[in-house]
C-alpha cells in the first residue's frame, strides 16, 4: 500500500503531496435509496474540515466510507495517497485484502456521538486493549501511552476508573484518547458533543481544539458554528447527498451563497 503507486488520469494525491483526503464523485445507495451523489472533497494535511448540514444529509455515511464501515458504489477516496480499499492494477480496481484493510482502518481513528467505551474496563484498560490486541505495541509501552493521553485530554487521575463513574464529556475525552492511542494519521468526529448536556461540551471541544493546535488532520461533523469558525480551515455544507458549498468557515458562515445553506445557518446560529 505505498502512495506512490497509486495513480490515476485525475492528478495522483501522493503521499507528501500535503493532500490526507481526497474524494472523487463518492457515490454510496442503500437499496434504492441513493444517499451520496458524487461527493468530492479534498482535506490537506494538519487541517481541520468541517462537515455541516441537515440531519439525513449523508454526513455520517460519508465519514464511515472513509472508515470502511461502508463500501461505496462508485467514486474514489484516498487517505494519505493510499486508495481506500482497492488496488489499482493494470488500469482496474482490485479489492484489497482483509489485513490491507484492516491496515488502512488502524490508521483512521474515529469518535462517534456515543463514547462506546467498554463498560467493564477501566480507563486506562480501555484505551490500552486496541494498540496490544492489534500488536502494534508491548502492554507497557501502550499503558504509558495511554496514561500520557489521559494527561493530555486532562484525565490523568482517572486511570482507574469505569466510564460509568465518568461524566459524559469525561467518556468523550476517553474515546479520543482511545482514538489516539493507535497513532492515527487522521481522526474523524462524528457529532462528538450532541449527546453531551450543553455544559460538558466545552470540555471536549477544547481537547479538539488542542488536537487540531498539535497539527492533526481531522474532519469533524458538528452543529457547533463557533468550533467550525474558530478552529476549520474549512467547512463543507452538505444537503441531500451533495456538496452545496465549501470554502473558509469564517466566508461562508458571514456570507453563505446558497439558499439552502442560509437556511441551515439561520437554525443553528
Ligand atoms: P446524517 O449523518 O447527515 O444525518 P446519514 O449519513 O446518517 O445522515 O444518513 C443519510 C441517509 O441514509 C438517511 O436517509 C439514512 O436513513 C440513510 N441510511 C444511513 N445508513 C443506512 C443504512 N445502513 N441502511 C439504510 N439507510 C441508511
Ligand atoms: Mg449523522
Same mark, same amino acid.
Given at each position: 500500500?505505498?502512495?506512490?503507486?497509486?495513480?490515476?488520469?485525475?492528478?495522483?494525491?501522493?503521499?507528501?503531496?500535503?493532500?490526507?483526503?481526497?474524494?472523487?464523485?463518492?457515490?454510496?445507495?442503500?437499496?434504492?435509496?441513493?444517499?451520496?451523489?458524487?461527493?468530492?472533497?479534498?482535506?490537506?494535511?494538519?487541517?481541520?474540515?468541517? $462537515?455541516?448540514?441537515?440531519?439525513?444529509?449523508?454526513?455520517?455515511?460519508?465519514?464511515?466510507?472513509?472508515?470502511?464501515?461502508?463500501?461505496?458504489?462508485?467514486?474514489?477516496?484516498?487517505?494519505?495517497?493510499?486508495?481506500?480499499?482497492?488496488?489499482?492494477?493494470?488500469?482496474?480496481?482490485?479489492? $484489497? #485484502?482483509?489485513?490491507?484493510?484492516?491496515?488502512?482502518?488502524?490508521?483512521?481513528?474515529?469518535?462517534?456521538?456515543?463514547?462506546?467505551?467498554?463498560?467493564?474496563?477501566?480507563?486506562?484498560?480501555?484505551?490500552?486493549?486496541?494498540?496490544?490486541?492489534?500488536?502494534?505495541?508491548?502492554?507497557?509501552?501502550?499503558? *504509558?501511552?495511554?496514561?500520557?493521553?489521559?494527561?493530555?485530554?486532562?484525565?490523568? *487521575?482517572?486511570?482507574?476508573?469505569?466510564?460509568?463513574?465518568?461524566?459524559?464529556?469525561?467518556?468523550?475525552?476517553?474515546?479520543?484518547?482511545?482514538?489516539?492511542?493507535?497513532?492515527?494519521?487522521?481522526?474523524?468526529?462524528?457529532?462528538?458533543?450532541?449527546?453531551?448536556?450543553?455544559?460538558?461540551?466545552?470540555?471536549?471541544? *477544547?481537547?479538539?481544539?488542542?488536537?487540531?493546535? *498539535?497539527?492533526?488532520?481531522?474532519?469533524?461533523?458538528?452543529?457547533?458554528?463557533?468550533?467550525? #469558525?474558530?478552529?476549520?480551515?474549512?467547512?463543507?455544507?452538505?444537503?441531500?447527498?451533495?456538496?452545496?458549498?465549501?470554502?473558509?468557515?469564517?466566508?461562508?458562515?458571514?456570507?453563505?451563497?446558497?439558499?439552502?445553506?442560509?437556511?441551515?445557518?439561520?437554525?443553528?446560529?
Amino acid at each position: 500500500m505505498t502512495g506512490a503507486t497509486v495513480s490515476t488520469q485525475s492528478g495522483v494525491p501522493t503521499a507528501g503531496s500535503g493532500v490526507m483526503v481526497r474524494a472523487e464523485q463518492v457515490h454510496k445507495s442503500f437499496g434504492s435509496l441513493e444517499v451520496l451523489k458524487g461527493i468530492d472533497l479534498e482535506v490537506r494535511s494538519g487541517e481541520v474540515c468541517c $462537515l455541516l448540514g441537515p440531519s439525513g444529509s449523508g454526513k455520517s455515511t460519508f465519514l464511515r466510507c472513509i472508515n470502511h464501515l461502508e463500501k461505496i458504489n462508485a467514486g474514489r477516496i484516498w487517505v494519505d495517497g493510499d486508495l481506500i480499499g482497492y488496488r489499482e492494477h493494470g488500469g482496474k480496481l482490485h479489492e $484489497l #485484502r482483509e489485513k490491507e484493510v484492516a491496515a488502512q482502518r488502524r490508521s483512521i481513528g474515529m469518535v462517534f456521538q456515543r463514547f462506546n467505551l467498554f463498560p467493564h474496563m477501566t480507563v486506562l484498560q480501555n484505551i490500552v486493549e486496541a494498540p496490544v490486541l492489534l500488536g502494534r505495541e508491548k502492554k507497557s509501552a501502550a499503558r *504509558d501511552r495511554a496514561a500520557a493521553l489521559l494527561e493530555r485530554v486532562g484525565l490523568g *487521575d482517572k486511570l482507574r476508573s469505569y466510564p460509568g463513574q465518568l461524566s459524559g464529556g469525561q467518556q468523550q475525552r476517553v474515546a479520543i484518547a482511545r482514538a489516539l492511542a493507535m497513532q492515527p494519521k487522521l481522526m474523524l468526529f462524528d457529532e462528538p458533543t450532541s449527546a453531551l448536556d450543553p455544559e460538558l461540551v466545552g470540555e471536549v471541544l *477544547d481537547v479538539m481544539k488542542d488536537l487540531a493546535r *498539535d497539527g492533526m488532520t481531522m474532519i469533524v461533523v458538528t452543529h457547533e458554528i463557533g468550533f467550525a #469558525r474558530e478552529v476549520g480551515d474549512s467547512l463543507v455544507f452538505m444537503d441531500d447527498g451533495v456538496v452545496v458549498e465549501s470554502g473558509n468557515p469564517r466566508e461562508v458562515i458571514a456570507n453563505p451563497r446558497h439558499e439552502r445553506t442560509k437556511a441551515f445557518l439561520a437554525k443553528v446560529l
